[in-house]
């Protein structure tokens, strides 16, 4: 009969690693256990250490569930630094992500920590956003609205802040930028605004916020126009050519920046160019001058070779019978089109030269 082996003689030649993740394994499944080390550790302060452990088994890729360690662990830091705070809640979010807990519970785990934990400044949605997935993000944003509405006070501030990161991690730029928003306009806020509109592709609108918001007052109009010129250069679009005309314009130099801006649309793409050609358009329309009205009629003409070349000629045509319809008692601007050789909307041929 084969005797027991000696097991504390095995264990004392295992190394401290090995042993822990053999302690923590059997604490996972034995809360009394779990409960006990957690509370020596804290009695006798060694956060650090216990922090440090749990760190390394996560790193090692241990298939232990460490989620509920990690949990007790944060709930029981009282009176810890902010380092060991963020840490411990850090370790936490990994333990979740490789073993998601009910994104609801979890959801809910997390506004108790945001609104009932005063000494922490705050938590990363971010780090959890895989384990809530789109159900506990949205219980999340339940609560967070409904909080929003609140008279103003602590819990809709940090409300707001929960919002602000929901909106991020959903990739809701609308909600984001409201929120942005309502911020003091400082320059961290706009540089915000900016990357948050770049990041959504809508390269124009931070392009135009950027010439407004990032260049100081007080700097000289020549510097000015050539930082709109080459913010220009950069993403020709309807927004950036408004900015250099809006720079130009007060010291007499539009019509150059304006034929230069032209010329080089026309030889970029025509999808670039069209936005803007209409823009040009309507803006001369606008001035309400036979000359005027005369050079309207030769820029469409030039925005109808552009949707040619797009491919877009039928966009064309319906953008005429707008513009027509629009405008159609301009008749000094029907015979312009007409004397342009511009096909007119067939509902509208009949009215010029009456």
Not at 56 to 72: V, Y
Not at 100 to 108: G, T
Not at 246 to 253: I, N
Request: overall charge positive; charged content about 30%; aromatic content about 4%.
């Amino acid at each position: 009969m084969t005797s027991a082996p000696d097991l504390r003689a095995y264990l004392r030649t295992l190394d401290a690693e090995t042993l822990a993740e053999l302690i923590l394994e059997e604490a996972a499944r034995d809360a009394r256990l779990r409960r006990e080390l957690e509370l020596r550790a804290l009695a006798q302060g060694k956060v650090g250490p216990v922090l440090d452990t749990l760190q390394r088994l996560l790193d090692s890729g241990t298939q232990a569930d460490l989620t509920p360690l990690a949990r007790r662990m944060v709930d029981g830091l009282e009176g810890a630094s902010g380092a060991e705070l963020r840490r411990a809640l850090g370790l936490y979010a990994r333990a979740c992500a490789s073993h998601p807990p009910d994104p609801v519970r979890l959801a809910d785990w997390i506004l108790g920590v945001a609104f009932n934990r005063p000494d922490w400044s705050g938590i990363d949605l971010t780090a959890f956003a895989g384990a809530l997935g789109e159900p506990g993000l949205a219980h999340l944003r339940s609560i967070v609205d409904r909080v929003r509405t609140e008279r103003a006070g602590k819990r809709r501030d940090i409300a707001r802040r929960l919002a602000e990161q929901i909106a991020e991690i959903t990739g809701d730029v609308e909600t984001l930028l409201a929120i942005l928003a309502t911020k003091p306009p400082t320059p961290e806020v706009n540089l915000r605004i900016i990357r948050v509109l770049r990041a959504a592709g809508r390269h124009g609108e931070a392009i135009a916020h950027a010439a407004r918001t990032i260049v100081p007052a007080d700097r000289p109009r020549a510097g000015v126009l050539a930082l709109r010129r080459a913010e220009f250069r950069r993403n020709p679009c309807a927004a950036t050519y408004s900015a250099l005309r809006a720079a130009a314009e007060p010291v007499g130099r539009w019509p150059d920046e304006q034929a230069a801006a032209l010329e080089l649309l026309t030889a970029r793409e025509p999808a670039e160019a069209i936005p803007v050609y209409r823009l040009h358009v309507e803006e001369l329309i606008e001035r309400k001058d036979s000359a005027c009205y005369r050079e309207a009629a030769l820029a469409l003409r030039e925005l109808r070779g552009l949707h040619r070349r797009a491919d877009t000629a039928d966009e064309f045509t319906e953008y005429l019978a707008e513009l027509v319809e629009t405008h159609k008692r301009k008749t000094r601007l029907l015979v312009e089109l007409r004397n342009a050789r511009i096909a007119m909307p067939r509902r509208r041929a009949a009215t010029i030269g009456a």
